[in-house]
């Protein structure tokens, strides 16, 4: 039979814009969030983080806004280079002892040239 | 700097098989972790260690699997009997001091047929 696999949501931007990936987090306790990019036939790299006390961390061409009162991350990327095309994670920690990361399903980001 | 290590690369291997995945963390990283990532369930974390001892393994399928830490600088990851649901592309990942801050090896793409 025919198999269901996830439905990555797909953002496509042109070389030099700027890019918006959005994540929507649920558990209110989460306390640090991080931002991974994932390149295809590799392994997540650590991007960006950010602790629950800021709502903003900028970064070289990356900046990571946080809006708790909606459970919102985002991560903007400046002028968007091809070298950006990859599947993008935000990430969670549980809260409370358990320093787990609980990953996102991913955003596929495509930069046409 | 070497980061996180894995082999193999890819293992293709028939159902009943064991299977054995390594890794070498970062040196100097006193936590481990292991995930598994497949289309069907995006990146789950399997079990992970601080200073050579599990901490959590909750995330272990069933019993099949079994993870192992002799010393900070080794871990496996074993399947056994092997399934072709267990095809997946299974990650290990280090960090230090914290557990929040991981960094990913390139991967063992497991194909079991």
């Known amino acids: 039979g025919e198999s269901v696999g996830l439905h990555l949501p797909t953002l496509s931007v042109q070389e030099g814009d700027n890019s918006i990936i959005n994540c929507a987090y649920s558990n209110s306790a989460s306390d640090y969030f991080i931002w991974y990019k994932q390149e295809s036939g590799k392994g997540p790299q650590f991007i960006i983080d950010?602790?629950?006390?800021?709502d903003k961390r900028q970064g070289q061409r990356v900046t990571v806004l946080l809006n708790k009162t909606v459970k919102h991350l985002s991560l903007q990327i400046a002028a968007t280079q091809p070298g950006d095309s990859a599947v993008y994670f935000c990430?969670?920690?549980?809260?409370?002892?358990?320093?787990?990361?609980?990953f996102g399903t991913g955003t596929l980001l495509a930069v046409q040239p | 700097d070497a980061g996180v290590i894995q082999s193999p690369r890819h293992e293709v291997t028939e159902m009943g098989q064991e299977v054995t995945l390594r890794c070498k963390p970062i040196?100097?990283?006193?936590?481990l972790f292991w995930y598994r990532q497949t289309m069907m369930r995006g990146l789950e974390l399997l079990i992970y260690f601080n200073n050579n001892v599990p901490i959590d393994d909750s995330g272990m399928p069933e019993d099949r699997f079994s993870a192992k830490m002799p010393n900070a600088s080794f871990s496996t990851l074993k399947i056994q009997p092997s399934e072709p649901r267990d095809s997946a592309v299974y990650f290990c990942a280090s960090s230090f001091p914290s557990p929040e801050t991981q960094y990913f090896g390139p991967g063992t793409r497991l194909l079991v047929l």
């Open positions: 040196s100097g990283h006193d936590y």
């Open positions: 950010i602790r629950s006390n800021m």
């Open positions: 990430a969670e920690t549980e809260g409370g002892a358990t320093n787990k990361l609980i």
